[in-house]
Every structure is written in structure tokens, then in C-alpha cells.
């Protein structure tokens, strides 16, 4: 028995769109879970952030 997969997938007319990104470790059949600031993959551990920090400005100052 599988779990379900609702949320997943969007219907529109014939076609069949995934909503969340898939794992690019893990492959096609594996999606990545969505955070507040992230997406990880619950199978491998892979993760990545959302925002992105601009490259060049030194933080702190």
C-alpha cells in the first residue's frame, strides 16, 4: 500500500503537472519536501535554500 500523494500532482485538462520539485540525487520518482526556507529530500538528506544571498556583500557590517 502507498502512501498518497495528494498535493503532488495538478490536474488540468489531459495533462498531469508535478507541484514540487524532484531530488536530484535521488531521481525522477523522489520529491523534495517544502519548507519555509527550503526544500530537503526525507530519502538521502539533500537540501537546498530557497533564497538566494547576494554573492560580493561581506554580512555582518
Request: proline share 5%; charged share 30%; net charge positive.
Given at each position: ?28 520518482g ?14 538521502c ?17
Amino acid at each position: 500500500m502507498s502512501k498518497a500523494r495528494v498535493g503532488l500532482y495538478l490536474i488540468q485538462g489531459e495533462s498531469l503537472t508535478r507541484t514540487h520539485k524532484s531530488c536530484p540525487k535521488c531521481g525522477v520518482g523522489v520529491f523534495l519536501a517544502e519548507h519555509d526556507n527550503r526544500r530537503s529530500c526525507g530519502r538521502c538528506g539533500y537540501s537546498e535554500s530557497k533564497t538566494a544571498t547576494p554573492k560580493g556583500k561581506p554580512k555582518g557590517k
